[in-house]
């Protein structure tokens, strides 16, 4: 099942001091931009008296101004002003010379509706003469009932200008019967895959969703096409599902969505040969794990490096410089010049940054399952060792100064405030966030969070969830009742059904491929076990968490 690939070792001589808690504003300033400096610049304006001129200063220099770090600087320094909105000198009569962003400001409903018929016609034949995309909203106007207009000639401009303006946007959706010709066009707006997956996956809208089985298969994107192939599932059109489908898994980008697909296929059709098909996938995922055990004796082949060389001197995998630097240079780095680079990382505690660097090189064709630094794992549970590398391998690839867009940490992505918890439980005197950055630290607190999870939850699948998404959204899924039920009304399609129905959209993509690292780690610890035997059991209460009312189910 193991497939062990050695290359020889090169040094790679790369330096640079960690810093170890908060930095001073003179490094901070000379430091390179990015995510790392970032996070640097954000425990510095946090945890520090920093001055505001050295923040004003600062805040020109941040890589991402989004999220905790736009939120901090705004409250300390004032939200940054925008310049004179440039919209503001264009009015009625010179719309025409106006931008699409300013027009649409200009263009609102209340104004329209406000303009006289003459003046209306104006504007009208200004936007003509402009070829605006906002000449059939105007036009709207001039009809007994505007919306239905809009929805007839399949204009999304008018439809969405109506949907964002209504109070109770689900009773809007549901009120309005929505052309095919409108669904075709709003295939690419903006807002429509929001709102359909809204729809879908909180099995709400019932009537604007029956209007999406009338869609054409082959007018959809495959992401879409996938998402009205669950709404036929849900509406019992398992007929039409199949054509969704089928679209979904010949326009989807990669592997794993494909498999995906061609399953839903199989489950409704029963067609083996599908299943065989699955089991050929490129990707290791659930689907083509689950379709080996029913139709393929090949082994799975992956690459489980082992190296004997300890250590690549004078390289600090504990500063995330270092592995920004590094991960910039593989980014604009040739093809053919990856696999020689990567060789130069062929040591134990380069395990992460060597995986990430081979799976470029061969185009992810070869999977990668390195198990670096077991040496600090803390447990001789093989169950738990496999978990904890399962995780592992999805947060960070084992890269251990990983830092996160929401500056989750390390090789485990433990959140700064979660990391300091568990310090403080663990009696850790000294403990500075950056710590996270340390091997042995990130297992540690791993186990310690695992140990508090598996009080309640039993299932990988599950705990997957809860890691990532928070045992209490994981508590709230599962409550509901709906999802995970093998006596529901969609019982003959579980747990797969509720797997694509999981609400919190990154913990349905991160949870699925956790399972699919669990079972491959599992192997290669000597410990093969069958992917069916979790998905049973997430539909029986007592053997998957401890939430559920086991006499309901």
Known sequence: MLLLIKFSLFLLFLAMPLWAGVPSYEKLKSSPKGLVKDYYIYRFAKESKASKAELKKLRTQIYRYQGSIKTLFDNKLGAIQKSINKCSKYNLSNI????????????????????????????????????????????????????????????TTGYFKYYFNAKDKDEFLNRY????????????????????????????????????????????????????????????????????????????????????ANFWIYLITKDKELLKSIANSADINIYSLFAREFSSDEKIKIAVPKPSTKELLKYDYTDPFTWQRTREKVANMPSSELI????????????????????????????????????????????????????????????????????ALGM????????????????????????????????????????????????????????????????????RGD???????????????????????????????????????LAALGKSTKISHFFDATLIPELSDGFRDKLSF
């Open 412 to 479: 485990m992505q433990f959140m700064p405030f979660l990391a300091i918890d568990i310090a403080a439980k663990l009696g850790m005197s000294g403990f500075d966030i950056d710590d996270m950055f340390k091997p042995q630290i990130a297992y540690k607190f791993a186990n310690f969070h695992l140990d508090y999870l598996e009080k309640y939850l039993y299932n990988p699948l599950f705990i997957a969830y809860a890691y990532n998404g928070g045992i209490g959204f994981t508590k709230r899924m599962l409550l």
């Open 177 to 260: 019967k929505l052309s095919q010709k409108l669904i075709a066009n709003s295939i690419n707006h903006w807002q429509f895959k929001s709102i359909v997956q809204e729809s879908i996956i909180g099995k709400k809208n019932e009537k604007f969703r029956r209007v999406l089985l009338e869609a054409n298969p082959n007018s959809l994107s495959g992401d879409m096409a996938f998402l009205f192939g669950l709404n036929a599932i849900l509406l019992y059109e398992d007929e039409k599902a199949v054509k969704f489908f089928e679209v979904a898994a010949k326009r989807s980008k990669f592997a794993s969505n494909k498999d995906n």
């Open 340 to 407: 020689s680079y990567a060789s130069r990382f062929y040591t134990q505690s380069t395990l992460g940054e060597y995986s990430y660097i081979m799976e470029r090189a061969h185009n992810h064709k070869i999977h990668f399952y390195p198990m670096p630094f077991m040496e600090y794992i803390g447990t001789d549970d093989v169950k738990r060792q496999a978990l904890i590398l399962a995780l592992a391998r999805q947060e960070s690839r084992f890269v251990p100064s990983a830092i996160s867009t929401s500056y």
């Open 483 to 521: 999802l995970f039920n093998r006596k529901g009304e969609y019982s003959k399609y579980e747990p797969f059904l509720s797997m694509d129905l999981v609400p919190y959209a990154e913990s349905r993509i991160y949870g699925k491929k956790v399972l699919a690292n669990y079972i491959i780690y």
């Open 96 to 155: 025409d010379k106006a931008d699409e962003m300013c027009q649409n400001m200009l263009l609102s409903i209340n104004f329209v509706k406000s303009l006289n018929p003459t003046q209306r016609a104006d504007l009208f034949e200004r936007l003509k003469m402009a070829n605006s995309k906002f000449l059939n909203f105007v036009q709207g106007f001039s009809k007994d009932d505007p919306l239905a207009y809009y929805i007839k000639i399949g204009d």
